[in-house]
């Protein structure tokens, strides 16, 4: 079974610019989040996705953040304008649907390798 | 507001002893709780889950428990070995009609030392 995938893995770039990540979950995931991790910190959920439908936004800088799930499968997280702060790793993960076979708890949570965003 | 606590110093033990990481947490009943590993580079990759009227529950050299009243969860490596070595996360699980919603602590590094 394949993972969840993010790209790109690394990005550089100057504050007051954009940036954006892609993230494609595990076959049949409904559910999408997206974290940041600050270096030394745990995750942090920005946004929660059902399906195409957001579920939990209440952390997500609306002023400079923003999401989407088009399709109810792909998503993309964009910040613009970035800040030094927003310099961090930005996770996303996807889980199942309740009570769906395959031989692991519904709750859990399936996590993507991160994209390593450095802002200067 | 929710508050998870984990140790916030690396923990360093020797090959073959058993590791203990602690888990906090204040102002929050959860449902569930979580346990994550993390390898440097990598995202979080999922170990354990216990419900709230679970005392203990296991997984080859894996035990966590779950203390409800203390507000405390325990997350045991036996027979630690290098490979364990990495960051271990827990997190409580805040579940909603259309999904888990995770808060994370901060994290307990382990390095097992041969």
């Known amino acids: 079974e394949a993972g969840v995938a993010q790209s790109p893995r690394y990005k550089i770039i100057e504050k007051r610019q954009s940036v954006a990540f892609w993230c494609n979950p595990i076959?049949?995931?409904?559910?999408l989040y997206w974290y940041q991790q600050i270096l030394g910190q745990g995750p942090k959920l920005l946004i929660q996705f059902q399906n195409n439908g957001v579920v939990d936004d209440s952390q997500l800088p609306k002023d400079r953040f923003s999401a989407e799930r088009l399709k109810g499968v792909d998503s993309t997280l964009k910040i613009q304008p970035a800040k030094l702060e927003d310099s961090a790793v930005y996770l996303c993960a996807s889980s199942p649907p309740r009570g769906l076979a395959g031989g692991y708890s519904y709750n859990e949570q399936f996590f993507g390798p991160g994209t390593r965003l450095t802002v200067l | 507001s929710q508050k998870i606590e984990q140790n916030s110093e690396a923990l360093n033990i020797q090959e073959g002893k058993t590791a203990t990481l602690t888990c906090n947490y204040t102002?929050?009943?959860?449902?569930?709780l979580q346990w994550y590993r993390q390898d440097p580079g990598r995202g979080p990759v999922f170990l354990l889950l216990i419900r709230e009227n679970e005392k203990e529950k296991r997984k080859e050299r894996l035990k966590v428990t779950f203390d409800t009243t203390l507000k405390q969860s325990l997350f045991h490596i036996t027979a630690s070995q290098p490979a364990d070595s990495a960051t271990y996360l827990c997190?409580?699980?805040?579940?909603?009609?259309?999904?888990?919603?995770?808060?994370f602590g901060t994290g307990t590094q382990l390095k097992v030392e041969l």
């Open positions: 102002n929050y009943s959860p449902a569930y």
């Open positions: 076959s049949g995931h409904a559910t």
């Open positions: 997190a409580l699980d805040l579940s909603t009609g259309g999904g888990n919603k995770l808060t």
